[in-house]
C-alpha cells in the first residue's frame, strides 16, 4: 500500500498510526484492558460469576480476554482501511 500522489507519506502514515494497534503498544494497552476489566469485577461483585476462581486463574482470563479484545481491534481496524479503501473515489485510490 503506498500513499497517493494527493495526499503526503507523513500524513499517509499518520493515518495507519490511527487505525492500526502496533506490536509495541499491544501489551502495554492489553494490560491496562486486563486492569480496567479487573476494576469493574472489583466494583460490581455481581458481574462475578458465583463460583469463586483462584486469583492466579482470574488474572489469566482477565490477560486472555483483553489479548483477544486487542486482536478484534486490531481485526476491526484492518477490515475498516480495506471498507474505506473499496470506496475511496477512483482519484484517490493508490495506482497498482
Known sequence: MAASALMPHW????????????????D?????IADA???IADAHPEL???RPR???E???WLWESAAEFCAALD????????IKR???????RPRA
Do not use: N, W
Open 11 to 26: 500524513k499517509f502514515c499518520r493515518q495507519l498510526d490511527k487505525a492500526m494497534i502496533h506490536s509495541s503498544h499491544r
Open 28 to 32: 502495554r494497552k492489553t494490560k491496562a
Open 37 to 39: 476489566l479487573a476494576m
Open 48 to 50: 462475578d460469576p458465583h
Open 54 to 56: 483462584p486469583v492466579r
Open 58 to 60: 482470574t488474572d489469566e
Open 75 to 82: 481485526h476491526y481496524a484492518g477490515r475498516t482501511m480495506k
Open 86 to 92: 473499496e470506496f475511496a473515489p477512483a482519484a484517490r
